[in-house]
């Protein structure tokens, strides 16, 4: 197949980058979307041009280094599916794709297709763990967990960080991630030390790294390849109210 | 940063205060309903608003409390809906080149909160010069509720029942998103009941709606004279 593309071009985060199209030709149908651009990147190569910068590591939909808003949606039009698990054969012969990073001020673009996402990594920092003593690893029934609550919390778990939720906000809020965390963490019993001071934390870290507020419109939900429900969100605000309560 | 400036406090100080609008708008709305009993009714409730707790309370002690209250939740959620959209500008400073149509649950807030947001404070400006202050309304015997209601409404003052209508629209989405929002925010509810949650938001913005536009509707169209 035949297509053309659109693809911002930056050569680095203090120049300004624009949108540069590009034809290419001859696309398998069964090429995933990433694969398609290295095709065209061997071809900018062989003519001595720069290659596209993406990001990509697994190329298994687990890994959340992928990114890429294809056509304006973060990961593409196929709903619950990365970029990586993309394939051509959801786009027809001629198409025109536009291909842009994720838009966020808390993710500056590094280069083209590349943004800076450790502002996800400051939220972490700030209460994603649960702290536990090393050496003696208990039985892993040790502790029983209402199979509800480990559903919730495996759901939740199952965010990858990929920032699509950033991308597709129109607040730029990274609330759907921090409510993921926030309902992983929470609701098992080895997350309850720090629960209130994981929320609050992380909050702040958020605020700081200049994330927008949520007006729960839901575009996250809607774009999260995960599937990760507005409920978690729910969750954080629940937690936070809580938290800051007891903290006043 | 203090828990309450960070963006879930302003949002949760934003519910709390549209909450207690939303119940004032409640109560207005079935309160303007009295216009149907007719002009003595009508103007023994507005009356009734004034002497209410009377001898215990002053005179007009009911609606200097509103008035009050009023005007603090409304400060509140102007605020708060202030600092929240332009810290929100700073974390998106760049659209995207390509577009597509917003797919959340609640995508229609996307175009409607803030810019509804406008149409109501503007409309209040007008609606309390009109019905409240009655600088506008050809009506200025305070005590005659029932007569500025009909004055204002009157059919060679089209354009004033038209932007009545037109408010009542950015209220209905408004209603309809802030709603589910704020309770979203203050209760995080699961999934099960964010859905009912939704679905009681679209009830009660219908109800209000058709409540508060029955009214310049009836007097525009000579039932109400």
């Known amino acids: 197949m035949k297509l053309s593309l659109r693809i911002w071009r930056q050569p680095d985060a203090a120049t300004k980058g624009e949108m540069v199209s590009y034809e290419i030709d001859e696309v398998s149908e069964d090429a995933s979307f990433l694969e398609m651009l290295d095709v065209l990147n061997e071809r900018l190569i062989a003519e001595g041009g720069d290659p596209v910068a993406f990001d990509h590591d697994c190329r298994e939909g687990i890994c959340g280094a992928c990114s890429l808003v294809i056509d304006g949606q973060p990961h593409g039009p196929q709903a619950a599916t990365t970029t990586c698990q993309l394939h051509m054969r959801k786009f027809r012969d001629g198409d025109q794709i536009d291909i842009e990073p994720w838009r966020a001020g808390a993710f500056p673009v590094v280069k083209d297709l590349v943004v800076d996402r450790s502002a996800f990594d400051q939220i972490i920092q700030a209460g994603g763990y649960i702290s536990a003593p090393t050496g003696t690893a208990p039985d892993a029934h040790a502790v029983p967990i209402p199979k509800q609550d480990a559903d919730a919390a495996f759901a939740a778990a199952a965010c990858i960080g990929c920032g699509a939720c950033v991308a597709a906000c129109p607040n730029g809020s990274g609330m759907l991630f921090m409510g993921a965390k926030v309902a992983h963490l929470g609701l098992t019993p080895q997350g309850q030390p720090e629960r209130a001071t994981r929320v609050l934390g992380m909050v702040a870290a958020h605020d700081e790294a200049g994330f927008g507020g949520c007006t729960n419109v839901g575009e996250c939900a809607a774009a999260c390849p995960k599937e990760i429900g507005l409920d978690v969100i729910g969750q954080l605000n629940r937690d936070f109210r809580k938290a800051a309560a007891r903290a006043a | ?225």
């Open chain 2, 1 to 225: 940063m203090k828990p309450w400036r960070s963006n879930i406090g302003l949002k949760i100080a934003m519910a709390v205060s549209g909450v207690l609008l939303v119940l004032f708008i409640i109560a207005h709305m079935a309160g303007n309903l009295h216009v149907f009993e007719g002009r003595e009714e009508m103007n023994a409730y507005a009356a009734g608003l004034r002497s209410f707790g009377e001898p215990l309370l002053p005179h007009e002690s009911l609606l200097w409390i509103m008035r009050i209250g009023l005007i603090a939740a409304v400060a509140v959620h102007i605020w708060s809906a202030v600092v929240l959209t332009r810290r929100a500008l700073h974390a998106r400073p760049v659209r995207y080149a390509s577009k597509k149509p917003a797919r959340g649950e609640s995508r229609h807030a996307v175009a409607t909160m803030r810019w509804g947001a406008v149409v109501i404070v503007l409309f209040v400006v007008w609606h309390l010069l009109d019905l409240t202050w009655r600088t506008v309304n050809p009506v200025k015997d305070i005590h005659d509720a029932y007569g500025a209601v009909v004055a204002a409404f009157d059919p060679d003052r089209w354009p004033v029942t038209v932007f009545y209508l037109l408010a009542l629209v950015a209220l209905g989405f408004h209603l309809r998103h802030g709603i589910w929002s704020a309770v979203q925010t203050i209760a995080g509810p699961n999934t099960k009941w964010r859905k009912r949650t939704q679905a009681i938001s679209l009830a009660v913005a219908v109800v209000v709606v058709a409540g508060f536009a029955i009214v310049p509707l009836a007097v525009t169209f000579g039932l109400v004279s």
